[in-house]
């Protein structure tokens, strides 16, 4: 299961072997849209680590990840596994229109043409 999240990069940490075939690193992010912001620490692994080093603390980004959970010991754990991230700030969406201004708006009636004349049958190919 995928989920993803938005918020600004708190803390990177550094890559840590935990064994000689695999490696780790941690990074918290605060959540944005939340009336409570929330400290949330992702964890990266094995060649993904490299994903958070283009981006800076303070940075809005989105985060996808997945829940992971083991038990070791009957001791349980949970991992947030982040599997990649994306800047979230105002310049990452250029896809996004800006909102229209009165100079963009069009000047002319666009139902001027059209009839509100209902006292034909002919309703053309509608199927009501």
Excluded: H
């Excluded at 708190?10 to 409570?36: G, L, M, N, W």
């Excluded at 912001?37 to 996808?64: A, W």
């Excluded at 700030?89 to 004349?117: C, K």
Aim: aromatic share 12%.
């Amino acid at each position: 299961m995928s989920f993803e999240i938005n918020g600004k990069l708190i803390k990177k940490f550094d890559v840590e072997s935990k064994s000689a075939t695999f490696q780790a690193r941690d990074f918290v992010i605060e959540t944005i849209d939340d009336r409570y912001p929330q400290m949330i620490k992702f964890q990266l692994t094995q060649d993904r680590c490299s994903v958070i080093d283009p981006f800076n603390e303070g940075d809005q980004l989105k985060v996808y990840f997945d829940l992971r959970g083991r038990e070791w010991n009957e001791k349980y754990f949970t991992n947030l596994n982040a599997w990649k991230i994306e800047n979230a700030g105002a310049s990452a969406n250029p896809a996004v229109p800006a909102p229209p201004t009165a100079d963009s708006l069009p000047t002319e009636d666009p139902f001027a043409n059209v009839s509100n004349d209902n006292s034909s049958d002919d309703m053309g190919d509608l199927p009501f």
